[in-house]
């Protein structure tokens, strides 16, 4: 935990891709713990600046332009009104949500990029870079598919988002193809430039190695495994025409890196904020160059290695930039036991989530914090959702709330009564109410908002435990002053909930707030016991929360499951045929017949089978294929006659060099057999 005392704190989320909307996974892993941070330093009267603001550069913004026969520039629009309307409505409460196509961020970011490159902390290489001839377009890392070296999963050419999540260069994939046209790209010069990682290995390994062993296991662990290999320069720019030019002479027709240019949109939004109310917020740099400053990113698992290492260096090199103090990421949060994906509409939207469930904002809030992936992917089920909020909200929070006031309104006509001299009981609530705001403080501040949340939830516990053994009903016909006690502290724990619950459910603790007549606390005042002064005029009492039946669940579970069928329907669907194929490219292939004289899976190798085939020339070829999966017993393909592609470039994985690709049949079900001969044909024979 910080021990240092900072004047302000400087809080960003990751800026989501302007190519879709919003979905859960996303207000899981990021948003709404940025959200309940902000919410809980602006409680505690402190100075803080929100940032967000859309990725509109990235390579899928002109995929999802490509596809749809739009401009990249209509997609980002209308993307962009989709996902900040979605962060409106869930009270995602930031102080600026920008863009990264504004006039303010190309001119900031080209200016960060032209200082970096006069002060010489770039460097030019000329190197080979995937070309799609079909196209005549270099890829970018986005637009180049293939098999990860280390974990073998289909893979980026800039990360592997399916497996390990290390981040790669497009040269590493195996059998590497363009994502647009799945044709085998080839090699070909290009000029670019680089930020030298490996410069600043030594002061990366110093600044979170040595100093920021407090941050969370998967963070620091991830950066740990990063810094224990060599860094290597990484480049800064891209041949793209989407994308901001790069600002240099000899630089036509390249943009800067998307993972250059979003990183600057945090500064450059504030930039705008700034200059649009600086009598609120002051300068920028007070905000970014500030040593009194705290800076904290909120990002997904995915992201970790961009804020951690290479924007870091990017401030470094600039000189003026403080540095991240903490980098609370999130692991990924699963939809009913299955990957959350957009390709595949498996996924809950936040615009089709209020369209089904309207005012149910807090409801997902909630569960989607009981659940937090903030040390391990989690799960999200309807069942789940459906018990949290019948079972905690309704039951235990909406439950203490409505009999309080119900019960100060059926008695006192909704005036507070006084609270007369303590009983055992009373003591004894009391009690365990008076360390919360202490425990909710303490969990906040190291980013456990699942725990904190918990522990919030246990103020209503304890309110309801109370009022159940105390049993006011039946008090009030005997002894009405010792009624008016038991109901003023039932009062003030509620009140207390408001407060408690504020920076995890906004629009509850608005209502409630409401109900109690009260504008507005103060996160010092929890933990009070007089926040309501006797005689003060409640307002109208209304349910918190209602129950959700059966029905409506079953609602988003028949949505689901119609996705489901779709997708194996789709899965079940011949591929489209790919376009015309010149009958002198198909003659580049040199396609053989190979006996399989031995087939074992590779050591550490998950995917990898390694096959010793005689092809014909009297010695042995080693082929390796990442068809592991599908075969369990290897040795039954000993004996077969397979197809190969004999004069494909060797390359080594895990150490051993492959010399050749085995041909294999996709199936509807994406299982693979390796496809064979129907007669004995010599080893060598060419298909033609």
């Known amino acids: 935990m910080t021990e240092k005392k900072f004047k302000r704190t400087t809080v960003t989320s990751a800026l989501p891709y302007a190519n879709g909307g919003v979905h859960i996974g996303h207000l899981a892993g990021v948003y709404v713990p940025a959200d309940i941070y902000v919410r809980y330093l602006r409680l505690k009267k402190e100075d803080v600046m929100f940032i967000g603001g859309s990725d509109e550069h990235g390579v899928p913004v002109t995929q999802r332009a490509r596809q749809e026969g739009i401009t990249p520039q209509d997609v980002v629009d209308r993307y962009h009104t989709m996902i900040k309307k979605s962060f409106e409505e869930f009270g995602i409460s930031f102080d600026i949500y920008s863009r990264t196509t504004s006039k303010t961020h190309h001119k ?36 180049v598919v293939g098999e990860c070296p280390y974990c073998h999963k289909q893979a980026y050419g800039n990360q592997c988002e399916e497996g390990c999540g290390r981040a790669l260069e497009p040269t590493e994939l195996i059998n590497p193809r363009s994502k647009e046209t799945g044709e085998t790209p080839v090699l070909k010069e290009t000029k670019n430039w680089y930020l030298p990682l490996n410069e600043y290995q030594e ?7 040595e100093g920021h062993k407090e941050w969370r296991p998967n963070v620091y662990g991830q950066c740990k495994s990063w810094l224990e290999m060599d860094l290597k320069p990484r480049a800064m720019t891209r041949d ?27 500064v450059s939004n504030t930039v705008e904020l700034c ?9 920028w740099q007070q905000w970014w160059q500030d040593e009194d400053t705290r800076l904290v990113h909120f990002i997904g698992k995915d992201n970790i290695v961009f804020h951690c290492i290479i924007f870091p260096v990017m401030m470094r090199a600039h000189g003026k930039y403080i540095m991240p103090d903490n980098v609370p990421s999130n692991e990924f949060l ?35 914090t009981a659940n937090a992936p903030e040390t391990k ?13 019948n079972n905690e909200l309704v039951a235990i929070y909406g439950n203490f709330v409505n009999r309080a006031l119900q019960l100060t309104k059926k008695y006192w006509n909704g005036v507070v009564p ?22 909710v403080e303490a969990l906040l501040d190291q980013f456990k908002f699942r725990d904190a949340q918990f522990e919030a939830m246990n103020l209503a516990r304890i309110g309801n435990r109370y009022i159940t053994e105390c049993e006011p009903w039946k008090v009030w016909k005997t002894d009405p002053k010792r009624c008016e006690t038991i109901l003023n502290i039932c009062l003030q724990l509620t009140a207390n909930l408001a407060i408690a619950f504020e920076p995890f459910l906004p629009f509850s603790s608005k209502k409630l707030r409401d109900m109690l007549n009260l504008e507005s606390f103060d996160w010092n005042e929890l933990g009070s016991t007089d926040l309501l002064k006797a005689g003060h005029q409640l307002g109208e009492p209304a349910l918190l929360f209602e129950k959700i039946e059966d029905d409506v669940i079953q609602k988003q579970l028949d949505k689901l499951e119609a996705t489901k069928k779709a997708n194996e329907a789709a899965a079940h669907q011949a591929a489209p045929v790919k376009d ?97 001969t129907t007669k004995d044909v010599k080893p060598g024979s060419q298909v033609g």
């Open 108 to 143: 900031f970011a080209a200016e960060w990029f032209r200082k970096l490159y006069d002060d010489g902390k770039l460097v030019e290489q000329t190197t080979k870079q995937f070309f799609d001839e079909k196209t005549g377009k270099f890829l970018t890392d986005r637009d």
């Open 203 to 209: 002061w990366l390994k110093q600044w979170i190695l």
């Open 240 to 266: 793209l025409d989407w994308g901001i030019p790069v600002p240099i002479e000899g630089a036509e027709g390249k943009v800067l890196y998307v993972w250059f240019d979003a990183p600057i949109g945090y």
């Open 275 to 283: 200059e649009k109310e600086p009598e609120r917020w002051g300068s």
């Open 334 to 368: 699963n939809l009913e036991n299955d990957k959350i994906s957009t390709s595949r509409n498996w996924a809950v939207w936040l615009h089709e989530y209020l369209e089904d469930m309207p005012g149910k904002q807090d409801v997902l809030r909630y569960v989607l």
């Open 377 to 389: 992917d989690n799960n999200f089920t309807w069942k789940d959702f459906q018990d949290r909020n």
């Open 418 to 439: 006084a609270c007369g001299e303590l009983a055992e009981s009373d003591l004894v609530a009391l009690n365990e109410f008076k360390d919360v705001k202490q425990k």
């Open 580 to 676: 015309t194929c010149s009958f002198e490219d198909f003659e580049k292939l040199d396609i053989r017949v190979g006996l399989i004289k031995d087939c074992q899976r590779v050591p550490k190798s998950k995917k990898l089978l390694q096959f010793t085939i005689d092809d014909g020339s009297g010695t042995d070829r080693t082929i390796l294929s990442g068809i592991a999966a599908f075969y369990e017993d290897p040795s039954v393909l000993v004996g077969k006659r397979i197809l190969f592609v004999a004069n494909f470039a060797p390359r080594k994985m895990m150490g051993i060099e492959s010399q050749g690709m085995i041909l294999s049949a996709v199936d509807f079900d994406e299982s693979l057999s390796v496809v064979t």
